[in-house]
């Protein structure tokens, strides 16, 4: 299983970048996609999913409207829009992906897989 994400960077705060997640070595259309950050000195955190069922989106709070994730499954790619960043949103960010196998309200079985980073710095 492999998560490798790339398109991190320096950036000027108010610009834009976008990640990217390739995904290989699993069922990459059963598994919800997520990107995740973790900033120096701070806990990692949820930046946003996009499920495997309907592809629908979740996002943090602090990144509604200004963030966008989607993803290919032709591809086995994730992606995440990032725009108008601040300096605050300098951290790592992570590709994950997760699957939990449950029959009815037991759950049985959970494959959570992580990428190993993609370092974003936003400064003037």
């Known amino acids: 299983v492999q998560l490798v994400e790339s398109g991190g960077g320096l950036v000027q705060p108010g610009g834009s970048l976008r990640l990217s997640c390739a995904a290989s070595g699993f069922t990459f259309k059963n598994y919800d996609m997520s990107w995740y950050r973790q900033a120096p000195g701070k806990e990692r955190e949820l930046v946003a999913t996009?499920?495997?069922?309907?592809?629908?989106?979740h996002y943090a709070d602090s990144m509604k409207g200004r963030f966008t994730i989607s993803r290919d499954n032709a591809k086995n790619m994730v992606y995440l829009q990032m725009s108008s960043l601040k300096p605050e949103d300098t951290a790592v960010y992570y590709c994950?992906?997760?699957?939990?196998?449950?029959?009815?309200?037991?759950?049985?079985?959970?494959?959570?897989?992580w990428g190993q980073g993609t370092q974003v710095t936003v400064s003037s």
């Open positions: 994950n992906a997760l699957r939990v196998d449950c029959a009815g309200h037991v759950c049985y079985d959970k494959y959570d897989y």
């Open positions: 996009i499920t495997s069922v309907d592809g629908s989106t």
